[in-house]
């Protein structure tokens, strides 16, 4: 069975710092998914990890994929208020097609 | 592209009565992902269907819990003589094929009393 799983859960940080939110899974995977999620609002698709050394960027937000570790992390650069939200990564299994196994999800704080 | 249509968007229910939470997924998308979250916690995996038939229901409750994707119309998802436990957000995703984008609704809360 799969296994997805995040931390820290809960973040609190100072508008301005930098942090990292990291994502472990069990079992080989083929791709890797961030989402944000805004309370009592849908989830919001940040990227798509397809393969060993992936790195994306998007604003003050970098993802990156160690699949030989079977690690995700989230770097957030300078965080602002804007970023506080629940972060989420998900993984599909090599067999599972597009069904998703998510992570308890990464509340985010960001402090003026 | 209107996205991936959800409704209602909150439904509050009796313990005992009947939930039916609807999913018209996006235009061309005939795959359709049912997922619940419960409070602070991450989406489970439900059910998935691919027009008319279900693919992979083993996130589903064995009892009360069914859904369905007809030819023509929307996904929905039937919570029967709800109980508290149920209360929850269910969210429904539609892809294009089995290993295509995720797109997610805005998702139905729902309540019951």
């Known amino acids: 069975e799969l296994k997805v799983e995040q931390n820290p859960l809960f973040l609190s940080m100072q508008e301005g710092k930098n942090y990292t939110i990291y994502c472990n899974y069990s079992?080989?995977?083929?791709?890797l998914y961030w989402y944000r999620q805004d309370p009592g609002k849908s989830l919001e698709s940040l990227f798509v990890?397809?393969?060993?050394?992936a790195v994306k960027q998007e604003g003050r937000l970098m993802a990156s994929l160690d699949t030989k570790a079977r690690l995700s992390t989230l770097h957030i650069t300078a965080a602002v208020h804007d970023l506080s939200a629940t972060y989420f990564c998900?993984?599909?299994?090599?067999?599972?097609?597009?069904?998703?196994?998510f992570g308890e999800g990464t509340q985010l704080t960001v402090n003026p | 592209n209107a996205g991936v249509m959800q409704n209602p968007r909150h439904l509050v229910r009796r313990r005992g009565q009947e939930a039916r939470l609807r999913c018209s997924p996006m235009?061309?998308?005939?795959?359709v992902y049912w997922y619940r979250q419960l409070p602070e916690e991450g989406l489970k995996f439900m059910v998935y269907?691919?027009?008319?038939?279900?693919?992979?229901e083993s996130g589903m409750p064995k009892e009360r819990f069914s859904a369905e994707f007809p030819k023509e119309g929307p996904s929905i998802l039937r919570i029967q003589q709800v109980v508290r436990g149920d209360s929850a957000a269910y969210f429904c995703?539609?892809?294009?094929?089995?290993?295509?984008?995720?797109?997610f609704g805005s998702g139905t809360q729902l309540s019951v009393l």
């Open positions: 079992t080989t995977s083929d791709r």
């Open positions: 235009k061309g998308h005939s795959h």
């Open positions: 998900a993984v599909s299994g090599e067999t599972s097609g597009s069904r998703l196994t």
């Open positions: 995703a539609s892809s294009r094929g089995m290993d295509e984008k995720l797109f």
């Open positions: 269907l691919q027009k008319e038939n279900i693919i992979d």
């Open positions: 990890l397809l393969s060993n050394g």
